[in-house]
């Protein structure tokens, strides 16, 4: 069950993560009609489609008390992506979502943000398991996924108009996060080959 997390705000090493605000819509239009960035989350959008899914994700906030952040540039406030919880209705079960500008992939940054939101997600709304569903073509989510140690379950299915989209579940357990986790810093990852 969620707790009351209205309207909250996490912060990293080198990101705050906030709730979307009006202001990040111009990158978030940049980011969803870029082919390239869009193609394993339904394709590339125009502008007046990426307003109404951008609208969605503040939406979630009102209407569940949890939604994916804004993910933004702790120096400059740069608007960089968008990372957190997702459930809509009919989904197979709750999701965290991410998507990174494609001026700030191959950073690291979707490895700090997602490592923030695993301990916000397990702790403030009391998720047992955090999953993502991955193309099965999307190596660089896999393995960031599996850095954190999720493990693949198998494919999923989303309802209409999104059933023929393929995607693996890649799951991660409370349990996992807290006592198995890898570190942040493997030596054998290269921070270039996560988005």
Same mark, same amino acid.
């Given at each position: 069950?969620?707790?009351?997390?209205?309207?909250?705000?996490? /912060?990293?090493?080198?990101?705050?993560?906030?709730?979307? #605000?009006? %202001?990040?819509?111009e !990158?978030? =239009?940049?980011?969803?009609?870029?082919?390239?960035?869009?193609?394993?989350?339904?394709?590339?959008?125009?502008?007046?489609?990426?307003?109404?899914?951008?609208?969605?994700?503040?939406?979630?906030?009102?209407?569940?008390?949890?939604?994916?952040?804004?993910?933004?540039?702790?120096?400059?406030?740069?608007?960089?992506?968008?990372?957190?919880?997702?459930?809509?209705?009919?989904?197979?079960?709750? /999701?965290?979502?991410?998507?990174?500008?494609?001026?700030? #992939?191959? %950073?690291?940054?979707? !490895?700090? =943000?997602?490592?923030?939101?695993?301990?916000?997600?397990f702790?403030?709304?009391?998720w047992?398991?955090?999953?993502?569903?991955?193309?099965?073509?999307?190596?660089?989510?896999?393995?960031?996924?599996?850095?954190?140690?999720?493990?693949?379950?198998?494919?999923?299915?989303?309802?209409?108009?999104?059933?023929?989209?393929p995607?693996?579940?890649?799951?991660?357990?409370?349990?996992?996060?807290?006592?198995?986790?890898?570190?942040?810093?493997?030596?054998?990852?290269?921070?270039?080959?996560?988005?």
């Open positions: 069950m969620a707790r009351k997390t209205f309207m909250t705000a996490l /912060e990293t090493t080198r990101l705050v993560l906030r709730p979307p #605000q009006r %202001q990040d819509f !990158r978030y =239009a940049e980011l969803m009609a870029d082919e390239a960035a869009c193609r394993f989350i339904g394709g590339a959008r125009g502008r007046h489609e990426a307003w109404r899914t951008f609208l969605q994700l503040g939406g979630s906030w009102f209407l569940q008390a949890f939604g994916p952040f804004s993910v933004l540039d702790k120096t400059s406030g740069r608007w960089l992506g968008y990372a957190g919880p997702w459930h809509p209705q009919g989904w197979p079960c709750p /999701e965290v979502i991410y998507a990174l500008h494609p001026a700030h #992939q191959g %950073q690291g940054l979707a !490895r700090e =943000a997602l490592a923030a939101l695993a301990d916000w997600v702790t403030q709304l009391g047992e398991n955090i999953s993502h569903f991955i193309h099965p073509e999307n190596i660089a989510s896999q393995r960031l996924a599996a850095h954190f140690g999720a493990q693949n379950q198998g494919p999923g299915q989303l309802p209409a108009p999104w059933q023929a989209m995607f693996d579940i890649w799951r991660l357990s409370r349990q996992r996060w807290r006592g198995d986790r890898l570190p942040l810093a493997h030596p054998m990852d290269d921070p270039r080959a996560f988005a």
